[in-house]
């Protein structure tokens, strides 16, 4: 089994995104902000790591920076509703493999999901 960890705050999207992973047959795990995605990796390992920016607690650029010192070496895809590219290329600098927009991700999940797992 494969596991996705999906690090949002906004709670209907990652449920959203959860059943969508689901019915791609892998195994979803949620995650509130970046802090909860670091907690949790101490725990246990994930395949891939679908991270959006704009959250409380930790961000996403702080948890890049964060899995960046860690070495991570888990595939980590941004999901976010920002487009702007200053954030595109920090994202980018920090190890992220993907800058997703929000509105496409649905869309793009098969063929991610076949590209990083």
Known sequence: MKYVAIVDDDYRLRELIRQELIDE????????????????????????????????????????????????????????ASNEDSKRAEAKALGACEFILKPDLFELIPELLKRYL
């Open 25 to 80: 047959g892998v195994e979803p795990i949620v995650c509130p902000n970046g802090q909860a995605l670091l907690d949790l990796l101490n725990q246990r390992s994930v395949d891939l790591i679908l991270l959006d920016l704009m959250m409380p607690t930790m961000d996403g650029m702080t948890c890049l920076k964060y899995l960046q010192d860690r070495s991570n070496l888990v595939p980590v895809l941004v999901v976010t």
